[in-house]
């Protein structure tokens, strides 16, 4: 990915790692928490979600190591209190739910987009570049979000998957491992540099169906794209 892929790459990643925040926000609402929405956080401007170190500096650090193939990152976590919610497990399981059951609509609308697109840009050649361009960048919502999908139901505090995990645990230990969360991130970052192949292995599925789709819609993909998203 060069310059141009990252200014094609970005606006994407910007918009789902928002999306996926402003989900837990609204879904805490509607379970009976104001947090969000009294903080300013359940909002669409971005200067309310971006975070100095998960929002610009780790993505531009995979950027630069990766020589411009690996760009991912998050956005500023929207404060709920699950005290708060009118059914204290259920409302703890849908708010953390809802981040990525969002990157999952944004996937199959960016999968949805993507051949239209491609039969925009062949029927009307004036329109050709811009359709490659937004075709391009429906793409990369397809896997981005589908890396974030998995990525967050990673098991380990505090990523999303260990809000279901702990009900799945007796009680001892569901308390012993919601206490990892002060470490979760320091964990998952060791994981990744004793063993540099975990992350690849768990982004399996995200891989595998992302590759099934674009077997399925690629046929409809204009020649620009290619030059635009490398």
């Given at each position: ?6 200014l094609i790459f970005a606006p994407v990643l910007l918009f789902s790692v928002i ?212």
């Amino acid at each position: 990915m060069d310059y141009q892929g990252l200014l094609i790459f970005a606006p994407v990643l910007l918009f789902s790692v928002i999306a996926h925040e402003y989900a837990h926000g609204y879904a805490a609402l509607r379970q009976g928490d104001e947090t969000a929405l009294m903080l300013g956080r359940l909002t669409w401007n971005p200067l309310k979600h971006i975070d100095p170190m998960m929002t610009i500096i780790v993505p531009g650090m995979l950027w630069i190591i990766s020589g411009g193939r690996m760009l991912l990152g998050g956005a500023k976590p929207v404060p709920v209190n699950p005290r708060n919610y009118r059914n204290f497990r259920r409302g703890d399981i849908i708010v953390s739910l809802a981040g990525v059951a969002t990157n999952l609509v944004i996937a199959i609308a960016c999968a949805l987009i993507f051949p239209a697109l491609g039969l925009l840009g062949r029927a009307v050649p004036s329109l050709e570049m811009s359709a490659a361009i937004l075709q391009a960048m429906m793409a990369i919502g397809i896997q981005l979000n589908l890396v974030l999908i998995v990525f967050n139901l990673i098991p380990i505090p505090p990523l999303d998957g260990s809000h279901v995990m702990k009900y799945l645990l007796p009680a001892s230990l569901s308390f012993r491992y919601q206490q990892i969360s002060r470490y979760g991130i320091i964990l998952l970052v060791a994981l990744m540099w004793i063993a540099p192949g975990f992350l690849s292995k768990v982004m399996f599925p995200a891989t595998a169906t992302f590759d099934w789709t674009m077997s399925k819609i690629g046929g409809t993909t204009l020649p620009a794209v290619g030059r635009l998203a490398r």
